[in-house]
């Protein structure tokens, strides 16, 4: 599977498909498509001081100061957001079907993906920041590196639990196109 049809795949009819196998080219062509996008939208907030004006105007909400960011800055931290709300569930859902590929159960990349929104939403809720232990940061970073051990491994051969091997399959269409 090559770059743009792993794109189109996840953006289009396994948008939100949690079920069966993907192969490694799937999973990394559309993790580095994400990575892509996040990386052209940091450049434009690092070119525009997004992210300071943002810094200032969470420091400004916490102290109760009425310092508020300037428009634009909320725009391009709202194309950020929308962005990220869009691409959850596609990320979510092929990082799912990488973990069958090895004969591994999804519900593990849920478990990361609240441990990993806890630190999150403890910026919005600063009683929950002070009852987070300090080694939490690091249970979250070994089960992020769990993971990319895991999508960098080869999946299993033939069939398992989940559904047919993606290779064989797709070895199949090329021998009958």
């Known amino acids: 599977m090559g770059f743009v049809e792993a794109v189109k795949t996840c953006y289009g009819p396994k948008y939100a498909r949690f079920s069966g196998r993907a192969a490694r080219s799937e999973y990394w062509y559309f993790s580095l498509a994400h990575l892509l996008i996040l990386l052209c939208w940091l450049g434009l907030a690092v070119a525009t001081d997004t992210l300071v004006a943002l810094r200032y105007a969470y420091i400004g909400y916490l102290q109760g100061s009425p310092d508020v960011a300037p428009p634009a800055v909320w725009a391009i931290a709202g194309v950020y957001l929308a962005y990220h709300l869009i691409s959850i569930l596609p990320y979510s859902a092929v990082t799912t079907r990488r973990l069958h590929d090895r004969n591994i159960s999804g519900w593990y990349f849920l478990i990361y993906m609240i441990l990993n929104y ?48 993606p290779l064989a399959t797709r070895a199949t269409e090329e021998i009958f196109a």
């Not at 009852?131 to 069939?159: H, N, R, W, Y």
Request: no cysteine.
């Open 118 to 165: 806890i630190p999150t939403f403890a910026l919005f809720l600063p009683a929950l920041d002070r009852m987070l232990p300090q080694f939490f940061d690091v249970a979250v970073s070994l089960a992020m590196l769990a993971i990319f051990i895991v999508t960098l491994l080869k999946g299993t051969e033939g069939p398992n639990r989940f559904g047919p091997d």
